[in-house]
């Protein structure tokens, strides 16, 4: 069972997490809420950091990158699937940002631009990491 989860690429988790609140919690208006202030965090030299749902979000899907990052490391050979996976979850991304309303916003696209650095670095790494691992090329 955990075997198979750790093929899903966890560029999903943010996009499930976007889509779960735009679609339930965030009304029409769906960038406005991404992006309104929740909380604030006092700083040393008098400033104050204002921090948004969407801040919040796009941290855990910088988490979520690196860890692919790190995945795409590996020669085994269910990381093609997981680069396969990872190329539908950027599409579905592209087809949301494009045809829904609520998926219209500065934060959904950065979602999406993540999960195209998913893809084309999970890709590349792969291919060098498979490349050095054969002995092929200089």
Not at 1 to 9: A, E, H, I, V
Not at 35 to 47: D, K, N, Q
Not at 83 to 110: D, K, P, T
Request: include cysteine.
């Amino acid at each position: 069972m955990f075997r198979s989860l750790r093929l899903l690429p966890l560029t999903l988790v943010p996009l499930l997490i976007y889509n779960l609140l735009a679609l339930t919690v965030a009304g029409p208006e769906a960038g406005a809420w991404f992006t309104a202030e929740r909380f604030t965090v006092p700083l040393p030299p008098g400033g104050v950091w204002r921090v948004s749902i969407g801040d919040l979000l796009l941290f855990v899907t910088l988490v979520a990158l690196f860890v692919e990052l790190l995945k795409s490391t590996s020669t085994a050979t269910v990381v093609m699937l997981d680069h396969m996976l990872a190329m539908l979850i950027f599409i579905i991304c592209l087809v949301q940002f494009l045809v829904v309303y609520r998926c219209g916003n500065s934060v959904f696209f950065a979602l999406m631009i993540a999960a195209l650095i998913d893809v084309v670095a999970g890709f590349t790494i792969s291919m060098r990491v498979a490349g050095r691992t054969v002995g092929i090329g200089g």
